[in-house]
Nanobody
Framework: VQLQASGGGLVQAGGSLRLSCAAS????????MGWFRQAPGKEREFVAT????????AYANSVKGRFTISRGNTKNTVYLQMNSLKPEDTAVYYC?????????????????WGQGTQVTVSS
């Protein structure tokens, strides 16, 4: 499974961006998709996840109420709508495929990763 993340860019604080993640192959062997981010000098951290079955979602506390993860009509596309962006949201955002067996808020659950898309929020 190859993942392609897109939609990043430069936005002012308070603005919005919508990230997309498209899988190059069928994701029937996966349980869902997640978004992580990594800011300069920091470790990669969980942002949001969604399960294909039932659409169950989970969010990091830092983005809850501002970000929304959703899936496309097929199991090949996931979106991350980011509203009320803050400078501290600046990071490279990665999408990843959840292969199960681990807590979906941890990186251990994800085997396939996209290349990342840069999000920069100016103050």
């Amino acid at each position: 499974v190859q993942l392609q993340a897109s939609g990043g860019g430069l936005v002012q604080a308070g603005g919005s961006l919508r990230l997309s993640c498209a899988a190059s192959a069928r994701t029937s062997s996966t349980y869902g998709m997640g978004w992580f981010r990594q800011a300069p000098g920091k470790e990669r951290e969980f942002v949001a996840t969604i399960r294909w079955s039932g659409g169950t979602t989970a969010y990091a506390n830092s983005v809850k109420g501002r970000f929304t993860i959703s899936r496309g009509n097929t199991k090949n596309t996931v979106y991350l709508q980011m509203n009320s962006l803050k400078p501290e949201d600046t990071a490279v955002y990665y999408c990843a495929a959840d292969v199960g067996g681990w807590d979906a808020t941890t990186q251990n659950a994800y085997e396939y990763w996209g290349q990342g898309t840069q999000v920069t929020v100016s103050s």
